[in-house]
């Protein structure tokens, strides 16, 4: 079945600092690739996407890439901040079937000192 | 508030019991998800439901049974629980797309101890 993978699994920042989470994919037909954020006693939330037509997507201070004949992504925070700490997952629509079906990375812990 | 609710959002069980966790989404989506979110691994999707016909069973044990009656609410009923059944239980719901283009929306999850 479809494998992501993500790395590292902990990353500690100084507020101000920029944060890079990778992740690798399996599925050569993945064309979604979502990236959420999860906070103490939440549920995840989307942050960003990017579909396998772009190359780069931006939204303030977070961007997404995508390589898609290294089949990797990355999900790059500028400026941190302490409240960007959190659990970040990201994900791949598993061969990009119809039905919605998610395959998540095991996720990253970032910690933003103030 | 993302427009999916789940409760209970704490529950502690014997393996004996039997319990359900309700979830319910107010997005007008089509499709709904369990998954469970156990520490240091990644999330894995358990059920699918499309149209509220179930279009994915990740094997998982019977001891797990999913409802759907509605497109706005999914149950998943409990029974004879194991201690490694402890974990999150997260819904989610979106709505489905030619693509397969699909931002999911999660709820805040059910935290659940069995005993």
């Known amino acids: 079945g479809e494998n992501v993978e993500q790395h590292p699994s902990t990353l500690s920042v100084q507020e101000g600092d920029s944060a890079v989470i990778k992740c690798t994919y399996s599925?050569?037909?993945?064309?979604?690739f979502p990236w959420y954020k999860q906070e103490l006693g939440k549920g995840p939330q989307l942050i960003i996407d990017?579909?396998?037509?772009?190359g780069e997507k931006k939204d303030q201070r977070i961007a997404v890439t995508l390589n898609k004949t290294a089949k990797h992504f990355s999900l790059h925070i500028t400026e941190t901040q302490p409240e960007d700490s959190a659990v970040y997952f990201c994900a791949d629509n598993a061969g990009g079937t119809s039905y919605g079906k998610l395959t998540f990375g095991q996720g990253t812990i970032l910690t933003v000192h103030p | 508030e993302t427009g999916v609710t789940q409760t209970p959002r704490h529950l502690v069980m014997g393996m004996t019991n039997k319990k359900s966790l309700k979830c319910e989404q107010h997005?007008?989506?089509?499709?709904m998800y369990w998954y469970k979110q156990s520490a240091k691994k990644p999330l894995e999707l358990m059920f699918v439901?499309?149209?509220?016909?179930?279009?994915e069973n990740n094997s998982v044990p019977s001891r797990f049974s999913p409802e759907c009656p509605n497109s706005s609410h999914l149950f998943l009923h409990l029974h004879t629980l194991q201690p490694e059944d402890s974990a999150l239980y997260l819904c989610?719901?979106?709505?489905?797309?030619?693509?397969?283009?699909?931002?999911?929306?999660f709820g805040p999850g059910t935290r659940l101890t069995v005993l």
């Open positions: 997005l007008g989506h089509n499709a």
């Open positions: 599925d050569s037909a993945s064309n979604y």
């Open positions: 989610a719901s979106s709505q489905e797309e030619t693509g397969g283009y699909n931002e999911q929306f």
């Open positions: 439901y499309n149209f509220k016909e179930q279009t």
């Open positions: 990017i579909r396998s037509n772009v």
